[in-house]
């Protein structure tokens, strides 16, 4: 019986083991250089209807509303509905608020960074295509 590669293909397992090491580097090094800064509170403006502004403590009114219907009866499609779309608002109140930045690195390392990434990905999906040896 033949010995497959890595992916079960002839590709190489060289390959496959260095490319996700550089993968994991280079991710771990480029989400190490992001800096995520939230800017959510409960008196803040989580987004805008109709050019009215809703808070997020306007958005746990109806939770509680719904929390409340599902505790009363749980078959209630207005409790479920009501619980489910301020969890919704709110997670998207809270993505929307969050600003992301690059730290501080020299163009070296941004670049070092990027070809530890891209390399491994190519690397990688070259072992799982067969070889034409």
């Not at 109709?50 to 509303?65: A, E, K, L």
């Amino acid at each position: 019986m033949a010995r497959r590669g890595a992916g079960g293909t002839s590709g190489g397992e060289g390959a496959f083991i260095l490319g996700l090491i550089m993968m994991i580097a280079g991710g771990y090094l480029l989400l190490k250089g992001i800096i995520i800064r939230p800017q959510f509170g409960m008196g803040m403006t989580a987004f805008t209807v109709g050019g009215f502004p809703v808070t997020t403590g306007m958005i746990f009114i109806p939770f509680m509303f719904g929390v409340g219907l599902i505790f009363y009866n749980a078959k209630l499609w207005v409790g479920w509905l009501l619980a489910l779309g301020s969890v919704v608002a709110l997670v998207a109140g809270v993505l929307a608020s969050i600003t992301l930045s690059m730290a501080g690195m020299s163009v070296f390392e941004l670049m070092m960074i990027l070809v530890l990434l891209v390399g491994g990905v190519g690397l990688f999906l070259r072992s799982l295509v067969e070889s034409r040896r």
